[in-house]
């Protein structure tokens, strides 16, 4: 019992802690090149971050002409943002905002005249936040991990476009799933260690193999369990999955379900091109996921509800898929 409960404690905390993700700017650059003709004539907005401090302001002023963006609002809650990086407290109960245009500066970053203070806490559920949300286009962040569901419901619930990092585990979160199986929301370009590290403040411990202080004294972090999940179209979307292997001849390798009519798929590479029923995939595959080849059809569970299972196995989550192309 006190066990469990020091776990929960540690998960709490790391997972809270993880809200302290900064992205670098070589990720955000990574990703972006990516999606440049969406941004034309868009109000961007990043309701997460500090201007002063965000890479995504940073990335979106220094790029405010090349992209033909509108507006660029960043929006920055002040609770949990004090102290990081060594700012001074003293305005530290109102989160404020703060609105560019691409007008010509010395420095991007607003200066204390430039910003203006919320009432509240500019947390991004605030009425205060929402407001801005609706006059924006796309929304573009590293929102808190711990609040990643709400996070996305809100995007869904106000009809916008977004691009945002998560957990890879958010996958499996049933109503991040269900946007992905709708075709609502998809993966990004850069995933895993395709996202290179964040930056963390003074007070992390720094863990993993990776973990490193760069040449300009940042602390990184890189756990490799991110991804970015969005609703912008990219190429990855359109190009098939090559497939090469084939289901007849080689049964053996692909076992039959006890509870759903399919056959289990232990890696992407090795869907087969000849077979036309269901086939549960790992979870990866949505990284290459082109909704014009495949369709989903459900997460996890057999007809019984129950985790998919092979001779009373469950073998890691599966995702049911079927090729469109029969
Ligand atoms: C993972 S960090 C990322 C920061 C920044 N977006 C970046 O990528 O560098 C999440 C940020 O969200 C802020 N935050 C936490 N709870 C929030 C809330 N309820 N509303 C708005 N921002 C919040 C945290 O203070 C933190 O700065």
């Not at 305005?91 to 919320?118: A, H, L, M, R």
């Not at 912008?232 to 098939?240: A, G, S, V």
């Not at 999955?241 to 798929?265: H, M, Q, R, S």
Request: glycine share 6%; hydrophobic share 35%; charged share 30%.
């Amino acid at each position: 019992m006190a066990r469990n409960a020091t776990n929960k404690l540690l998960q709490k905390a790391k997972k809270s802690k993880s809200d302290e993700f900064y992205t670098q700017l070589k990720d955000i650059e990574s990703e972006l090149q990516h999606y440049k003709a969406h941004f034309k004539d868009k109000v961007v907005f990043c309701n997460c971050d500090d201007p002063r401090i965000s890479q995504f302001f940073n990335y979106f002023a220094s790029n405010f002409h090349e992209l033909s963006l509108k507006k660029l609002v960043t929006a920055c809650y002040r609770k949990q943002a004090r102290n990081l990086f060594n700012f001074n407290t003293e305005e530290d109960e109102n989160g404020f905002f703060f609105e560019y245009c691409g007008e010509e500066k010395q420095y991007n970053k607003p200066n204390s005249t430039e910003i203006v203070y919320f009432n509240g806490d500019g947390d991004f559920r605030s009425s205060e936040s929402i407001e801005l949300l609706k006059q924006s286009d796309i929304v573009v962040t590293n929102p808190p991990f711990s609040l990643f569901r709400e996070y996305v419901s809100q995007l869904v619930k106000y009809d916008k476009k977004f691009l945002i990092i998560g957990n890879i585990n958010a996958i499996t979160y049933k109503e991040i799933f269900k946007l992905i199986k709708e075709n609502k929301a998809w993966l990004g370009i850069n995933l895993g260690r395709g996202i290179s590290g964040f930056i963390v403040p003074e007070h992390y411990e720094l863990y993993g193999t990776e973990a490193r202080i760069d040449s300009l004294g940042n602390r990184i972090v890189s756990p490799n369990n991110c991804l970015w999940l969005t609703n912008l179209d990219t190429f990855k979307r359109h190009e098939d999955i090559v497939l090469t292997k084939k289901y007849f001849g080689n049964e053996a390798e692909y076992p039959k379900y006890d509870n759903y009519d399919g056959i289990n798929v232990d890696r992407t590479k090795n869907i087969p091109l000849d077979y036309k029923g269901a086939m549960g995939v790992p979870i990866t595959f949505l990284h290459k996921f082109n909704p014009n080849q495949f369709e989903i059809i459900k997460f996890r569970k057999g007809d019984d509800e129950k985790d998919l299972s092979i001779n009373g196995k469950c073998p890691y989550f599966r995702i049911l898929i079927k090729n469109k192309r029969f």
